[in-house]
Antibody, heavy 122, light 110 residues
Framework: QVQVVESGGGVVQPGRSVRLSCVAS????????VNWVRQAPGKGLEWLAV????????FYADSVKGRLTIYRDNSKNTVYLEIDNLRPEDTGVYFC???????????????WGQGTVVTVAS | DIVMTQSPDSLAVSLGERATINCKSS??????????LAWYQQKPGQPPKLLFF???TRQSGVPDRFSGSGSGTDFTLTISSLQAEDVAVYYC?????????FGQGTRLEI
């Protein structure tokens, strides 16, 4: 079964960092681009970052550029998102989502995880 | 960045009636005979679910009462006969270029 499972969320103090994990099963992250999308409480979807299938390209949303790092471990079939210098407005559900087609970057997202909740508060 | 604007923000439709949601991109998202436009459905407490990609290609398992259409910079999601289980927030998304952007969402109610 093709799925992604996020983890790593929790309550984090402002100014600290968090590392979120997206474990893939049923497909290999070296063949599919993987994205991170967040949703603030009661708000819409905000795309954050993508790591291309071949690892050669990483793109970030302008709103959080400079504070995000996306990377992966092929041996664990896992994509990570690190967020530095957390702010209260980073509070929300963080989803990992797989691209529909393999070996492409510009694709819709066909598989989403249930998300992991990050709460930035002191 | 490409801005995606949906209308209306919310919509109430009677069971069995047609629901229409619009999405407009701030610039062309067309290339190689394809519109880089997707539609998602999100129900409370759930992740988004892909309904359409390439503007009009229905994802496997999506009921055929749902249809996607559009051209230029204007796109439409139509539900031909609203069912109770269609209550959700619907989002359009452009994946033509990074940063990928979503519309603000349209809340569909009975």
């Amino acid at each position: 079964q093709v799925q992604v499972v996020e983890s790593g969320g929790g309550v984090v103090q402002p100014g600290r960092s968090v590392r979120l994990s997206c474990v893939a099963s049923g497909f290999t992250v070296s063949r599919f681009s993987v994205n991170w999308v967040r949703q603030a409480p009661g708000k819409g979807l905000e795309w954050l970052a993508v790591m291309s299938f071949d690892g050669s390209n990483k793109f970030y949303a302008d709103s959080v550029k400079g504070r995000l790092t996306i990377y992966r471990d092929n041996s664990k079939n896992t994509v990570y998102l690190e967020i530095d210098n957390l702010r209260p407005e980073d509070t929300g559900v963080y989803f990992c989502a797989k691209d529909l087609a393999d070996e492409r970057v510009e694709e819709a997202f066909d598989i989403w995880g249930q998300g992991t909740v990050v709460t930035v508060a002191s | 960045d490409i801005v995606m604007t949906q209308s209306p923000d919310s919509l109430a439709v009677s069971l069995g009636e047609r629901a229409t949601i619009n999405c407009k991109s701030s610039q062309s998202i067309f290339f190689n005979s394809n519109y880089y436009l997707a539609w998602y459905q999100q129900k409370p407490g759930q992740p988004p679910k892909l309904l359409f990609f390439w503007a009009s290609t229905r994802q496997s398992g999506v009921p055929d009462r749902f249809s996607g259409s559009g051209s230029g910079t204007d796109f439409t999601l139509t539900i031909s006969s609203l069912q109770a289980e269609d209550v959700a927030v619907y989002y359009c998304q452009q994946y033509f270029s990074a940063p990928i952007t979503f519309g603000q969402g349209t809340r569909l109610e009975i």
